[in-house]
């Protein structure tokens, strides 16, 4: 699905194309299987939950350091 049809971007931010609703941001993180911490961020309309995935981050912990890798972008910021 393509996630830019769905939303419109403005001087406000992101609107919801099926509402015209000023769209949010959230933060989620998850642990991953191979004990990794997964950051989404992503774009959430108020009035019908139109949720879209903008940005994921990997972080992980290797001895004294943290390694944080980008995933993938959806729509672009
Ligand atoms: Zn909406």
Redesign the pocket.
């Known amino acids: 699905m393509d996630s830019m049809s769905l939303a419109s971007r403005s001087e406000r931010g992101y609107i919801?194309k099926?509402?015209g609703?000023l769209m949010y941001l959230v933060y989620e993180s998850e642990k991953t299987v191979d004990n990794k911490l997964r950051v989404v961020i992503s774009y959430k309309?108020p009035?019908?939950g139109?949720k879209l995935e903008s940005e994921s981050l990997e972080i992980r912990r290797d001895k004294n350091f943290l390694i944080v890798s980008r995933g993938f972008s959806r729509i672009s910021i």
């Open positions: 919801c099926r509402d609703s309309c009035v019908c139109l």
